[in-house]
């Protein structure tokens, strides 16, 4: 049987949850030893909406994106989110649970899937084939982690996408995979990448981290990087 196409099914009733404030976040800072990273930094974000920050290296895309997911505690300020809302997060760096277990191990984790349906639900993307689910996880490489990130990510069906970097490791047959799951996921989704191709197919709005704070960006996302890549250096925007 063909595999499945990737679809990402939130946990919540979108039409119920439209005019919600899903994400709000307050007044938020975050310094370390006196450096300020994010700098008073505020807004909400409702359902349905699509952004991607975008900035350099450093600039606080993902202590932002840390910080929402309730991984790291600001400073100061607050981050708000709705009642019954999961967050899925999905980070740069391709870590995963159980990294001394099996695939299969490692995707079920916290996820309450046992036996043939945690199988059936780990291969039916087409992800993974059913030899390399007793794989250990330490020797698969920074793309195949990635995929099982993204495994993961489709099992907890969450109402709410942090992406960060989320093209970082896949090939191009997984990233066209992605990209069609993100176009058709009705919840809201906020995400940083320095990926331009990735960047200018996202059908949202575009923010950027400057000097610790948001600057909102109009237009779409392919829009304004013209106007970014004309007004700064390409070293300042560091988007490839």
Same mark, same amino acid.
Request: proline share 5%; net charge negative.
């Given at each position: 049987r063909p595999p499945s196409a990737l679809r990402i099914l939130p946990s919540f009733d979108v039409a119920e %949850?439209?005019? %919600?404030?899903?994400? #709000? $976040? %307050?007044? !938020?800072?975050? #310094?370390?030893?006196?450096? $300020? $990273? !994010?700098?008073? +930094? #505020?807004? +909400?974000?409702? #359902?349905?909406?699509?952004? $991607?920050?975008v900035g350099p290296n450093g600039a606080g895309k993902s202590t932002l994106l840390n910080i929402i997911a309730g991984r790291l505690q600001p400073t100061t300020g607050d981050v708000h989110v709705a009642r019954g809302i999961h967050l899925g997060y999905l980070d740069q760096s391709a870590d995963i649970p159980g990294q001394s277990g099996t695939v299969l191990d490692a995707y079920r984790q916290g996820l309450g899937l046992h036996g043939q349906d945690a199988i059936d639900e780990l291969i039916r993307y087409g992800l993974f084939t059913i030899e390399d689910l007793a794989r250990p996880v330490s020797v698969l490489s920074a793309g195949q982690r990635r995929k099982l990130q993204i495994a993961r990510l489709l099992a907890e069906q969450p109402a709410v996408l942090l992406l960060d970097e989320p093209t970082n490791h896949l090939s191009f047959d997984v990233l066209t995979k992605l990209e069609h799951a993100l176009a058709e996921y009705p919840g809201p989704i906020l995400a940083a990448s320095h990926d331009r191709w990735f960047i200018e197919r996202f059908a949202g709005r575009l923010w950027e981290v400057r000097d610790g704070r948001i600057v909102v960006h109009h237009g779409s996302p392919a829009d304004a990087l013209e106007h970014l890549s004309k007004a700064m250096p390409a070293s300042s925007m560091d988007v490839s």
């Amino acid at each position: 049987r063909p595999p499945s196409a990737l679809r990402i099914l939130p946990s919540f009733d979108v039409a119920e %949850a439209r005019s %919600a404030e899903i994400i #709000s $976040v %307050a007044n !938020l800072t975050q #310094s370390w030893d006196g450096d $300020v $990273v !994010l700098d008073d +930094v #505020s807004f +909400v974000i409702g #359902s349905g909406e699509r952004i $991607v920050l975008v900035g350099p290296n450093g600039a606080g895309k993902s202590t932002l994106l840390n910080i929402i997911a309730g991984r790291l505690q600001p400073t100061t300020g607050d981050v708000h989110v709705a009642r019954g809302i999961h967050l899925g997060y999905l980070d740069q760096s391709a870590d995963i649970p159980g990294q001394s277990g099996t695939v299969l191990d490692a995707y079920r984790q916290g996820l309450g899937l046992h036996g043939q349906d945690a199988i059936d639900e780990l291969i039916r993307y087409g992800l993974f084939t059913i030899e390399d689910l007793a794989r250990p996880v330490s020797v698969l490489s920074a793309g195949q982690r990635r995929k099982l990130q993204i495994a993961r990510l489709l099992a907890e069906q969450p109402a709410v996408l942090l992406l960060d970097e989320p093209t970082n490791h896949l090939s191009f047959d997984v990233l066209t995979k992605l990209e069609h799951a993100l176009a058709e996921y009705p919840g809201p989704i906020l995400a940083a990448s320095h990926d331009r191709w990735f960047i200018e197919r996202f059908a949202g709005r575009l923010w950027e981290v400057r000097d610790g704070r948001i600057v909102v960006h109009h237009g779409s996302p392919a829009d304004a990087l013209e106007h970014l890549s004309k007004a700064m250096p390409a070293s300042s925007m560091d988007v490839s």
